[in-house]
């Protein structure tokens, strides 16, 4: 019967995040707002089905969820999309369960919120994501043309924290292979986007005129110089990383173009590796100690 629960709980989530990514992708970063609602109540209705030994603690872990997910939108840095799919992921599978993989089996997952495992498994997909897209895929002039020799020190800089971070976990824990591998895995292409992330910022926007606005629009605010973001925000007072109908109704008519994130990897896109990384090996930093 739990291996029935487990599965149904499996089908839904697989269902649900393939779908928000396929929105993401296909539909110009637009989620439908139906859909985005009818994936929580799915949620809510596996939750209350198959947990309901948890249930106070999966509502409860859901909407604090929606809660801090909602202040990450309202700053600009999420779609109100990836927010309704990581509350429903909360909802679907609220533990972290064992890892589907034989040989990370014997790690415990210490009863850990799968959200929570899914959130730092969607980190490490995007380190590794948004370097080879627009490293690779978009190979061009403006995102590849030369670096600035202090974003190379950055890099370099974040380089020698990930060894001081490995010094640490060796003293603690001691060290294998697979520790390594994972350890590395995370620093490299850290250090790259790091040392490239001007020129990924700029491969990621489209400068938009104000009558081309859409509410949810996320303004590339780090592409602005001090006194632009300084001038703006004094002459519109809805002015923000996030586009707001107060901002669009107040900028209507300029004539100024905005730099606004268009051309971004669709986060949802990292949320359904998440879930596959969850599932396959558990919690990542459960296999760094």
């Known amino acids: 019967m739990q291996y029935l629960v487990f599965s149904l709980s499996l089908l839904a989530l697989a269902a649900v995040t393939v779908i928000y990514a396929a929105f993401d992708v296909f539909n110009d970063r637009n989620v439908p707002n139906s859909f985005a609602y009818a994936s ?16 106070v603690f999966s509502i409860a872990l859901a909407l604090l969820v929606g809660a801090l997910g909602y202040l990450v939108y309202r700053m600009g840095f999420w779609g109100a999309g990836d927010v309704f799919e ?12 064992s890892p589907l993989l034989p040989y990370f089996t014997q790690i415990s997952q210490l009863g850990l919120p799968f959200v929570l495992s899914v959130f730092i498994a969607t980190g490490f997909a ?26 190379i020190a950055l890099g370099a800089a974040l380089l020698a924290t990930y060894a001081a971070l490995f010094l640490v976990i060796y003293a603690l824990y001691g060290i294998s292979p697979l520790k390594v591998v994972i350890l590395v895995a995370i620093a490299v292409p850290s250090a790259l986007t790091m040392i490239f992330e001007e020129k990924i910022t700029a ?5 938009i005129p104000p009558r081309e606005l859409e509410e949810g629009d996320m303004i590339a605010t780090n592409m602005l110089s001090a006194k632009e973001s300084a001038r703006l925000s004094k002459r ?4 923000g990383r996030l586009v707001t109908k107060k901002f669009i109704g107040e900028v209507k008519g300029a004539k100024e173009s905005l730099p606004v994130y268009r051309n ?26």
Request: proline share 3%.
């Open 40 to 55: 929580v109540i799915l949620g809510l209705a596996v939750t209350v089905a198959f947990n309901s030994g948890i249930l």
């Open 86 to 97: 990581l509350a429903a992921v909360t909802l679907l599978l609220p533990l972290q369960n």
């Open 126 to 151: 995007a380190v590794w994501l948004v370097p080879i897209y627009y490293l690779i895929v978009y190979r061009n002039e403006e995102v590849t043309s030369r670096v600035s020799g202090r974003r």
């Open 236 to 239: 519109y007072k809805g002015f």
């Open 203 to 207: 491969g990621m926007i489209r400068f």
């Open 264 to 289: 971004a990897v669709p986060l949802a896109v990292f949320i359904l590796a998440g879930v596959v990384i969850s599932l396959l090996l558990g919690n990542l930093i459960l296999l760094m100690i």
